[in-house]
């Protein structure tokens, strides 16, 4: 079972930024794509983008102009960078691991086997 871990949420203003980190651990860590999910209160969980082993990456298309996920050399972190973040970004913000899940369904929550514990992100106005 993979262990995720994320860190870097917290409050920021609106036009601010933010870069959240979920690293995952476990022996052995066994993934092909990690993807990041929010959360706001009263809404569904929804997908954000996600990353696959090979680099390629997927977004929710209102994601795509203000979000960027990255992995880092290993492959065992995941990043997600906002950038003017708008109150609308306030959420609790899901790292989430698939090991056989196929790429084109990465924004199904069922395709994922592993779950962070989130981390909140609040975007004042």
């Known amino acids: 079972q993979v262990q995720l871990t994320e860190s870097g949420g917290g409050s920021v203003q609106s036009g601010g930024s933010l870069r959240l980190s979920c690293v995952a651990s476990?022996?052995?860590?066994?993934?092909?794509?990690m993807a990041w999910f929010r959360q706001a209160p009263g809404k569904e969980r929804e997908g954000v983008a996600a990353?696959?082993?090979?680099?390629?990456?997927s977004y929710a298309d209102s994601m795509k102009r203000r979000f960027t996920i990255s992995q880092g050399s290993a492959k065992n972190i995941a990043y997600l960078q906002i950038n003017g973040a708008e109150p609308e970004d306030t959420a609790v913000y899901y790292c989430?691991?698939?090991?056989?899940?196929?790429?084109?369904?990465?924004?199904?929550?069922?395709?994922?086997?592993?779950w962070g514990q989130g981390t909140q992100v609040a975007v004042s106005s």
């Open positions: 989430a691991a698939s090991q056989y899940g196929p790429f084109g369904a990465w924004h199904s929550p069922d395709m994922y086997t592993d």
């Open positions: 990353i696959d082993n090979d680099g390629r990456t």
């Open positions: 476990g022996a052995p860590v066994s993934k092909n794509c």
